[in-house]
């Protein structure tokens, strides 16, 4: 019982704004836009204060430090690889195509060691 009272004062509070709205913009219009105006820049003022002191200045996680270190490390190599394989095709030079290339590991992934418990020996149950 109480939600529904709850619910139509909520929509008697809103009908009753939109009202106040629908005759202020009829009878005063000027006067509507001008303070519409000076509500959205107060917010956007208050906006930037909140996000320029609290937001903007968080220092990362270490796991994000570790993410950004390993993106970089990627996208050096892969850059690399590019250069490498326009010098190739630029000279043409058959030889280097043919050879076959070393399989190396991968230098920039890593291993993240997690906190997963081992698994059961499945043999001993």
């Known amino acids: 019982m109480v939600r529904k009272t709850i619910s139509i004062l909520t929509f008697l509070i809103i009908s009753l704004a939109a009202v106040g709205l629908v005759s202020k913009l009829f009878t005063d219009t000027a006067n509507f836009l001008f303070t519409i105006l000076i509500v959205i820049g107060s ?12 937001l903007r200045n968080r220092t990362p996680s270490n796991d994000m430090k570790k993410y950004k270190k390993a993106v970089r490390q990627s996208k050096a190599k892969y850059k690399s690889d590019n250069i490498r394989n326009t010098k190739v095709l630029t000279k043409k030079q058959p030889d280097l195509i043919r050879k076959k290339r070393n399989k190396r590991t991968a230098t920039h992934l890593r291993v993240i060691e997690g906190n997963k418990s081992k698994r059961k020996d499945r043999a001993s149950l």
Not at 43 to 54: C, E, K, L, N
């Open 43 to 54: 917010s956007a003022a208050i906006f930037a204060v909140f996000y320029f002191v609290f």
